[in-house]
């Protein structure tokens, strides 16, 4: 069966909003008004994102009436800050229940260089074939992370991880940007045929994100990105998200679209 991936993409790029950073972080990173998932599918509902990213119970929950019409993402695996332990983000949903939860996509966590990195390919594995069985495109963070991995940044392990991702059989790619645009160039062409997004990170100035965004997606062409912090911390994230659109999709540098955010 072939992987349907247009529905997550509008004119060739991905404009993800990730929630699912209450697993992934604890929920310092909310405020009273972002602790509610339903705050974030408004902004992305409103703000015109390609897709949404949940975890499944959020998904289970929120995922309902007009929501519905953003397609969804399901992480199937996730991991918090509290064990200090070599990395590690096991399974804990199918991709049978993402699917039931109405997913077009779904999502999975690898942390190359982690001594569970062979735990980790062999699941991802099994769920790259379960999802393409289902037509669903897969969707993998490399996040290059552990005792033997000194700097998560390091142009030649990003340079890998996207590798790594294009070999496992990934569609999309998410994957850190260290501000090398030369190198992210290289990094596209490691990653070959697999989409490649970029992580927002934690909450920047809005000309460094933008800036940012400027460089990955208009400069080099990267497929998009997926982000959540930047937009959903920002006081006015729907403002924020009508800047963000006009440099994604047309290609406008920070300085065209700072009107919307003044
Ligand atoms: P942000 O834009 O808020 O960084 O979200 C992107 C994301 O990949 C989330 O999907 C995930 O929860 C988080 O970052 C993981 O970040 P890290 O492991 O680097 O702390």
């Not at 990653?191 to 400027?214: D, M, N, P």
């Not at 937009?231 to 919307?260: G, M």
Request: glycine letters at 8%.
């Amino acid at each position: 069966m072939s992987v349907e991936l247009t529905k997550l993409f509008k004119k060739g790029k991905a404009l993800f909003l990730a929630c699912d950073q209450g697993l992934e972080h604890g929920p310092k990173d909310f405020n009273e008004h972002n602790i509610d998932p339903e705050f974030i599918l408004h902004i992305a509902l409103e703000g015109g994102y390609t897709a949404v990213i949940l975890q499944p119970g959020t998904a289970e929950k929120y995922y309902h009436g007009k929501f519905r019409k953003i397609p969804l993402i399901v992480k199937l695996n996730g991991k918090t800050v509290l064990p200090q332990i070599e990395p590690v983000s096991r399974q804990h949903c199918s991709v049978s229940r993402a699917i039931k939860m109405g997913a077009s996509a779904v999502g999975y966590t690898i942390y190359p260089g982690s001594r569970n990195e062979p735990e980790m390919f062999a699941e991802f594995g099994r769920i790259v074939e379960e999802a393409h069985d289902h037509g669903l495109p897969v969707m993998l963070w490399l996040y290059p992370r552990g005792q033997d991995v000194h700097d998560q940044l390091d142009n030649k392990l990003i340079a890998y991880a996207a590798r790594i991702g294009l070999e496992l059989g990934a569609d999309i790619l998410k994957l850190k940007y260290n501000g090398d645009l030369e190198n992210f160039k290289w990094i596209l062409q490691c990653a070959g045929k697999a989409k490649v997004v970029i992580s927002g990170g934690s909450k920047k100035t809005h000309l460094e994100f933008l800036q940012e965004v400027h460089d990955t997606i208009v400069e080099a062409n990267c497929a998009g990105i997926a982000v959540g912090r930047n937009i959903w911390q920002d006081p006015r994230p729907f403002s924020l998200s009508k800047a963000l659109k006009d440099v994604v999709f047309r290609h406008k540098r920070p300085d065209q679209v700072a009107h919307h955010i003044k």
